[in-house]
């Protein structure tokens, strides 16, 4: 079967056929650089980069494009607020160009660190403030635009399509809106360029045909995926949230200049939870990968983990499910580190394989092919072969990993026979004790049910 995947303006699952053949061009929203991503945030870089390998497999050579969002991104989608990137600073008390660069830096690093593939461009919307402007002035000239006190907006009330990719329900938006619109005219028209405060000085702000200011956040996406991928292009990605109000502004935006809705197929990641709700940086809550990194979680464990979720599933997390995914993981590499090299794959369980990813990357049943493949009897070789297709789209790194030999000097090792035996004494305070002077010698004690286990200090 081809590959078929799950488009959200069209609500179907759909044969997947490129626009150009054997090439596909593919736009992911990327981060607001304003604070570091969170572990949510990454499970939708994951299912994203898990499309890409999946067209990769499908024989397509993929066009991919990622964008940093450092600048006009709102802290309310009614474009009211300050700037993110201008709250940023002041928390930080560094400048808003100084904290895009340290967190697109830190983005990137754990964007490496969980093996995903390089796009061919990251594009940044403070280097293309012109491509914006040129933007906003064509949806002029085309009569979409609206001027008040406080910047240009776009007048949805000119398609009587808008929002069908969520969905909307315009009329009851606009009778059941509980925020002052200001000059706004409509609940869903938005902001195209905000005008400067009077009075103050924004440390990001530009001259435009319209008066100093910034654009707004949708504009972004539409001038840069155009400029990049053209103005109609294949697969258009990002997180749910973007459905109603992001992902809606950009169609409107380029049917309004191209007369298209942007991109063939929409696709849409579902988000992580946690016990109170979604993760999220507005609460205050939110879990980093280098959190995770720092409490001695391998960040291919949290890939594994968001593997075993369909992206279009919400995935729960917690501590437990990511030890059980850090140790499958374990499993996986040990039983893969005893196979030899210089076999062949087994025709039959790539094909089984493939054919659950090209099910709009069903991968915790193309997992469950992988786990019958480690514990089938065929040849050794022919597993090692065989996993290493696989491994082409779940991105593990099965091939370069090794495992950690860790030498306990024979009096590190009799401290921790003491403690062990103080524990079982139940001589709590000895133990202690014998803890905190294996912590001065360099070595950290973890206890599990299996016992104590040691680790050199970082």
């Given at each position: 079967m081809p590959l078929a995947l799950y488009d959200t303006w069209s609500r179907t699952l759909r044969p997947f056929t490129p626009l150009r053949p054997d090439h596909v061009g593919l736009y992911c929203c990327g981060p607001t650089v304003y604070d570091h991503a969170h572990i949510g945030n990454l499970?939708?870089?994951?299912?994203?980069?898990v499309l890409r390998r999946a067209l990769a497999l499908n024989g397509y050579t993929v066009r991919h494009v990622v964008n940093i969002t450092d600048v006009g991104h709102l802290v309310s989608d009614a474009d009211d607020g300050e700037d993110k990137m201008e709250k940023g600073s002041r928390r930080t008390g560094e400048s808003a160009w100084a904290i895009a660069e340290r967190y697109t830096v830190a983005f990137q690093h754990d964007w490496r660190a969980l093996n995903l593939l390089e796009p061919t461009l990251w594009c940044r919307a403070t280097d293309h403030i012109a491509e914006q402007i040129e933007?906003?002035?064509?949806?002029?000239?085309?009569?979409?635009?609206?001027?008040?006190?406080?910047?240009?907006?776009?007048?949805?009330?000119?398609?009587?399509?808008?929002?069908?990719?969520?969905r909307l329900d315009i009329a009851g938006l606009q009778a059941g809106k509980r925020v002052a619109l200001g000059d706004k005219q409509r609940a869903t028209d938005f902001a195209l360029w905000k005008f400067s405060p009077p009075g103050s000085t924004r440390q990001m702000e530009w001259q435009s045909p319209w008066g100093v200011g910034?654009?707004?956040?949708?504009?972004?996406?539409?001038?840069?995926?155009?400029?990049?991928?053209?103005?109609?292009?294949d697969i258009h990605c990002g997180g749910e949230d973007h459905i109603a109000v992001h992902h809606s502004n950009e169609i409107a935006q380029t049917q309004a200049r191209h007369g298209t809705r942007l991109a063939n197929f929409w696709l849409h990641g579902h988000f992580l939870m946690l016990d109170a709700g979604k993760m999220a940086k507005s609460g205050g809550d939110f879990v980093r990968l280098?959190?995770?990194?720092?409490?001695?979680?391998?960040?291919?464990?949290?890939?594994y983990l968001c593997l075993g979720a369909h992206y279009r599933s919400s995935l729960r997390f917690t501590m437990e499910a990511l030890d059980g995914a850090q140790a499958a993981l374990g499993r996986l590499r040990k039983a893969y580190r005893q196979w030899p090299e210089g076999g062949a794959p087994d025709a039959e369980a790539v094909a089984r394989f493939k054919a659950e990813v090209d099910q709009d990357l069903n991968l915790p049943r193309a997992l469950a092919v992988l786990w019958e493949v480690v514990r089938s009897d065929l040849p050794a070789a022919t597993r090692r072969a065989t996993v290493d297709c696989f491994d082409q789209v779940l991105g593990l790194r099965l091939a370069d990993w090794h495992e950690d030999v860790v030498t306990i000097p024979a009096a590190i090792a009799l401290l921790a026979e003491q403690r062990d035996a103080a524990r079982a004494a139940k001589n709590w305070r000895e133990a202690d004790r014998l803890r905190e002077?294996?912590?001065?010698?360099?070595?950290?004690?973890?206890?599990?049910?299996?016992?104590?286990?040691?680790r050199p200090l970082d």
């Amino acid at each position: 079967m081809p590959l078929a995947l799950y488009d959200t303006w069209s609500r179907t699952l759909r044969p997947f056929t490129p626009l150009r053949p054997d090439h596909v061009g593919l736009y992911c929203c990327g981060p607001t650089v304003y604070d570091h991503a969170h572990i949510g945030n990454l499970r939708t870089y994951v299912f994203e980069d898990v499309l890409r390998r999946a067209l990769a497999l499908n024989g397509y050579t993929v066009r991919h494009v990622v964008n940093i969002t450092d600048v006009g991104h709102l802290v309310s989608d009614a474009d009211d607020g300050e700037d993110k990137m201008e709250k940023g600073s002041r928390r930080t008390g560094e400048s808003a160009w100084a904290i895009a660069e340290r967190y697109t830096v830190a983005f990137q690093h754990d964007w490496r660190a969980l093996n995903l593939l390089e796009p061919t461009l990251w594009c940044r919307a403070t280097d293309h403030i012109a491509e914006q402007i040129e933007f906003i002035a064509d949806l002029e000239r085309n009569g979409y635009t609206y001027r008040t006190a406080d910047g240009i907006y776009f007048d949805t009330a000119r398609q009587d399509d808008y929002g069908y990719l969520a969905r909307l329900d315009i009329a009851g938006l606009q009778a059941g809106k509980r925020v002052a619109l200001g000059d706004k005219q409509r609940a869903t028209d938005f902001a195209l360029w905000k005008f400067s405060p009077p009075g103050s000085t924004r440390q990001m702000e530009w001259q435009s045909p319209w008066g100093v200011g910034f654009p707004g956040w949708h504009i972004e996406c539409s001038a840069m995926s155009a400029k990049y991928l053209g103005p109609l292009f294949d697969i258009h990605c990002g997180g749910e949230d973007h459905i109603a109000v992001h992902h809606s502004n950009e169609i409107a935006q380029t049917q309004a200049r191209h007369g298209t809705r942007l991109a063939n197929f929409w696709l849409h990641g579902h988000f992580l939870m946690l016990d109170a709700g979604k993760m999220a940086k507005s609460g205050g809550d939110f879990v980093r990968l280098q959190t995770l990194i720092e409490r001695g979680v391998d960040p291919l464990a949290y890939r594994y983990l968001c593997l075993g979720a369909h992206y279009r599933s919400s995935l729960r997390f917690t501590m437990e499910a990511l030890d059980g995914a850090q140790a499958a993981l374990g499993r996986l590499r040990k039983a893969y580190r005893q196979w030899p090299e210089g076999g062949a794959p087994d025709a039959e369980a790539v094909a089984r394989f493939k054919a659950e990813v090209d099910q709009d990357l069903n991968l915790p049943r193309a997992l469950a092919v992988l786990w019958e493949v480690v514990r089938s009897d065929l040849p050794a070789a022919t597993r090692r072969a065989t996993v290493d297709c696989f491994d082409q789209v779940l991105g593990l790194r099965l091939a370069d990993w090794h495992e950690d030999v860790v030498t306990i000097p024979a009096a590190i090792a009799l401290l921790a026979e003491q403690r062990d035996a103080a524990r079982a004494a139940k001589n709590w305070r000895e133990a202690d004790r014998l803890r905190e002077q294996l912590q001065a010698e360099g070595w950290q004690v973890e206890d599990s049910a299996k016992g104590q286990v040691l680790r050199p200090l970082d």
